[in-house]
Nanobody, 114 residues
Framework: QVQLVESGGGLVQPGGSLRLSCAAS????????MAWYRQAPGKERESVAI???????NYADSVKGRFVISGDNAKSTVYLQMNNLKLEDTAVYYC????????WGKGTLVTVSS
């Protein structure tokens, strides 16, 4: 059974930092591309950052220079380091593993508020 479990969300002030983690099980982690998505209240889910099997990364324009995605094959975990957080980063953040099929985690809530 495939499971993706996100953690690390919480309440942070503008300008602060958080690191999200997504632990994968039931898949050969190194064979999958991994991504972080987010969904803000009343908005559609959007891609935030992607890391491919070969380690290439890509970011949404809104987070470039502030967020960093990384993966640890030994721990089957993908991370999202989020710095200089803004109010508009408030959302539920989801992890996705994809190659021929997609798997989603249940999400972790990030709230940026003063």
């Amino acid at each position: 059974q495939v499971q993706l479990v996100e953690s690390g969300g919480g309440l942070v002030q503008p300008g602060g930092s958080l690191r999200l983690s997504c632990a994968a099980s039931g898949i050969i982690f190194s064979s999958y591309n991994m991504a972080w998505y987010r969904q803000a209240p009343g908005k559609e889910r959007e891609s935030v950052a992607i890391i491919t099997r070969d380690g290439s990364t890509n970011y949404a324009d809104s987070v470039k220079g502030r967020f960093v995605i990384s993966g640890d094959n030994a721990k089957s975990t993908v991370y999202l380091q989020m710095n200089n957080l803004k109010l508009e980063d408030t959302a539920v953040y989801y992890c996705k593993a994809y190659r021929f099929v997609h798997y989603w985690g249940k999400g972790t809530l990030v709230t940026v508020s003063s």
